[in-house]
């Protein structure tokens, strides 16, 4: 269905016995009845194989786009296109260009209802790329709500690089092999990687990996949403882990909503559910518990069934826990001894709900982060449980005398229906419960001058009869801090000291 135009070379034809024939062109130009327009250097035609061979600087082209290779055998009966060596095929109508690698086209036929472009990495090892610019589904515009002002759709392209890629149709692309995507400052990396247009999305398989101008993403499969040409939703499925600047997350699964090109919110939850692939299935793994969502950020760590994190413009401004939600904190470790249990090592915060809100960005309140980029660290403005909400804190002893270190801290417990824990440079402020409240407030026995006494004399024997019964005769102090008698809590910190020719007593009482 094709004919040659000027300035195609000489024509030269051999007949073979049975019939079949081999035609030799020299310079071909040709225009088919389709559309497509063809040049090469030289070709030769074998009737028997009803193959073209065309060699040297080839161009096909038609109404869509082009293809030019320095090679391409094309076989009439198949319908299919191989071309090697510098190959380049641009489609204009779906917005696509792929260079590098050695190319497989099959065009549509009766048999098969839709073309197909197959990439794969050449024999001098140059992995296909491919230019995409992605668009909306059909009747997409319609059902969008959102204002169009509030998410701008550009026309950047995505940069996908692989050992292979394939595109059916108009609405599938995959890429499989090291995958690498490209796009402003997001950077995407895979196995494997899959545009679905009908579906809205490109989906990312095995080790997969998001880099964002201020945060790194990774997960089993992470799935991009798309809005026409833009990201905006990136969902993070199994052995989730998302760093940013101010904290780190892992989840079975977290969602992440863009506004702008820019983190907005996070969502993570306790149980993943898999994406489906028009590729090769995954397939189902066995049931296995899956982790809590937990987030850290600097000394402060927070956990629950479903963890909501609310950074607008990726600015961390309030985190929700919801389910059995726990807040610790390490800030005060330098208090901890060693008698402490391990209930009492950190300070924590419990409720059906936790809600953490962080003050906002102040450089001369927050303090930079280790990279020094201009951003400032969040740090917390006050922490509230809600619900059955239980707390329990260290803080220094009041005894002044109290070594840190040596000397156990205070140990303040409280009960309540809400518990609203104020900071202030990182530190417990002050406290407000509500509802049914109850409580104890623990000041710890100092030991530190007690070690001191028994270092000043280790030889002397020691007579403990007077010290065991002295302990024994102290009446009981019951929480709220006074005795049944009204005198104040305990000896005084001198009434508590051994002689020197007495070792000191441990209280059991001591331990908390």
Not at 6 to 14: F, I, L, Q
Not at 23 to 48: F, K, M, N, Q
Not at 140 to 150: A, G, R
Not at 439 to 452: K, S, T
């Amino acid at each position: 269905g094709c004919e040659f135009l000027y300035p195609s070379g000489d024509m030269n034809m051999r007949t073979l016995s049975g019939g079949a024939s081999i035609t030799y062109v020299g310079t071909p130009h040709l225009v088919c009845r389709d559309g497509v327009e063809i040049w090469a250097d030289s070709a030769v035609a074998y009737s028997a194989q009803g193959m073209q061979h065309f060699i040297g600087s080839v161009r096909f082209y038609d109404r869509s786009g082009e293809m030019r290779a320095e090679e391409a055998r094309y076989f009439s009966a198949q319908g299919r296109l191989q071309a090697s060596r510098d190959v380049f095929i641009t489609d204009t109508v779906q917005g696509f260009t792929v260079e590098n690698g050695d190319l497989i086209f099959l065009r549509q036929t009766a048999q098969r209802p839709r073309a197909q472009i197959d990439v794969r990495m050449s024999a001098d090892g140059r992995r296909p790329r491919a230019i995409l610019t992605m668009q909306a589904p059909e009747g997409d515009s319609s059902e969008v709500t959102l204002d169009p002002d509030s998410v701008p759709v550009s026309n950047t392209p995505y940069i996908v690089d692989g050992n292979r890629i394939l595109i059916e149709g108009d609405s599938y692309f995959r890429a499989n092999g090291n995958v690498e995507i490209e796009r402003d400052s997001l950077h995407a990396f895979a196995d494997s990687a899959e545009y679905d247009q009908v579906e809205g999305r490109i989906l990312l398989q095995g080790t997969a990996r998001v880099d964002g101008p201020t945060y790194d993403l990774v997960g089993r499969t992470i799935t991009l949403g798309m809005r026409g040409n833009d990201v905006d939703e990136v969902v993070s499925r199994r052995e989730s882990v998302l760093t940013s600047e101010d904290m780190r997350l892992t989840a079975p699964e977290i969602r992440m909503y863009m506004v702008g090109g820019a983190m907005d919110r996070l969502v993570a939850v306790n149980r993943a559910g898999m994406p489906t692939s028009r590729g090769t299935p995954e397939p189902e793994p066995e049931p296995e518990p899956e982790p809590r969502p937990r987030a850290i950020s600097g000394g402060f760590e927070l956990i629950g069934d479903s963890l909501d994190v609310m950074a607008p413009a990726e600015t961390l401004d309030r985190i929700f826990a919801a389910g059995n939600a726990r807040s610790v904190s390490s800030a005060n470790d330098s208090l901890n001894v060693d008698v402490l249990p391990e209930i009492a090592r950190k300070d924590w915060l419990e409720g059906d709900t936790v809600i953490v809100v962080f003050l906002p960005p102040d450089t001369t309140m927050a303090v930079r982060s280790p990279s020094d980029t201009g951003r400032t660290r969040a740090k917390i403005d006050h922490i509230v449980a809600r619900s059955s909400a239980r707390s329990l804190y260290r803080l220094p002893s009041a005894d002044s005398a109290a070594v840190a270190g040596l000397d156990p801290p205070a140990i303040h417990y409280v009960v309540g229906d809400e518990i609203t824990i104020m900071m202030r440079s990182g530190e417990v402020d002050h406290m407000n419960v509500l509802g049914q409240t109850h409580g104890v407030h623990l000041e710890p026995l100092p030991v530190a001058q007690a070690v001191d006494s028994l270092a000043t004399d280790s030889a002397v024997a020691a007579d403990t009869t007077a010290a065991r019964d002295t302990m024994s005769a102290r009446p009981p102090t019951p929480v709220g801090g006074a005795t049944t008698d009204g005198r104040s809590p305990g000896p005084s910190r001198t009434d508590r000291q051994p002689t020197p020719d007495a070792a000191p007593l441990i209280d059991p009482r001591r331990r908390l």
